[in-house]
């Protein structure tokens, strides 16, 4: 099936420095690229949008400014978490849909985010 | 407007037992897809399954079986004979024919040895 691979798995920094996430589909093209962002007992929730080779749309609350979202190709999505802070300690997740328009969404495995 | 719904939020259950995961959605679309997923400690979503708006037919594998009832709009997950290595967060998810995956709360399932 198809495979989403996310880099780093685990980073901790500290606070004021940016740290940058990728986000790989690995055997298909994926104009299409989520970023979620799931604090500790909670659900996933959606930050972003990112569309190959246009700006991302972030949902209400998400600072664009802060959370940089590049969509270079169809198979790498960037998120650049800005002067992090220790409360954007989190988990994030990216997701991406497949060019071809198959019915879901494939999940990659998470980035654990630490800001000391 | 799009909503899942998983009202119970942690479930114990000894060894064996089984055990029934609710999800409830609202959607006023047509056409959806309705997901479970699985999230063990580690982090990473499992993939669990996926079933349309237009299929109701009852799915089973293995030790898992899933309800789908439009009528209700309701998407159970059972899972019989639970095992210690089921202890998870287990999210139902929406996903309508836009771009947006609509998460529920999650359930957190502990099974005891």
């Known amino acids: 099936g198809a495979v989403v691979s996310q880099h780093p798995s685990r980073v901790i920094c500290k606070s004021g420095t940016s740290v940058k996430i990728e986000c790989r589909s690995l055997?298909?093209?994926?104009?299409?690229m989520f970023w979620y962002r799931q604090f500790p007992k909670q659900s996933l929730m959606l930050m972003a949008t990112s569309n190959e080779g246009s700006k991302a749309t972030y949902e209400q609350g998400v600072e664009k400014d802060k959370f940089l979202i590049n969509h270079a190709s169809l198979t790498l999505s960037t998120l650049t978490v800005t002067s992090a802070h220790p409360e954007d300690s989190s988990f994030y997740i990216c997701?991406?849909?497949?060019?071809?328009?198959?019915?879901?969404?494939?999940f990659g495995p998470g980035t654990r985010l630490l800001v000391l | 407007a799009q909503k899942v719904t998983q009202a119970q939020t942690e479930i114990s259950v000894v060894e064996k037992e089984d055990v029934t995961l609710d999800c409830v959605y609202e959607?006023?679309?047509?056409?959806?897809?309705l997901f479970w997923y699985k999230q063990p400690p580690s982090g990473e979503l499992v993939f669990l399954i996926r079933?349309?708006?237009?299929?109701?037919q009852n799915e089973i594998s293995g030790r898992y079986s899933w309800n789908f009832q439009k009528s209700t709009s309701s998407f159970n997950f059972t899972i019989t004979a639970s095992q210690v290595v089921d202890s998870a967060v287990y999210f139902c998810?929406?996903?309508?024919?836009?771009?947006?995956?609509?998460f529920g709360t999650g359930t957190s399932l502990t099974v005891i040895p």
């Open positions: 959607t006023r679309d047509t056409t959806y897809y």
């Open positions: 079933r349309n708006s237009f299929d109701e």
């Open positions: 055997d298909f093209q994926a104009t299409t």
């Open positions: 997701s991406a849909r497949d060019v071809l328009g198959v019915e879901t969404q494939y």
């Open positions: 998810a929406l996903w309508n024919t836009g771009n947006q995956f609509y």
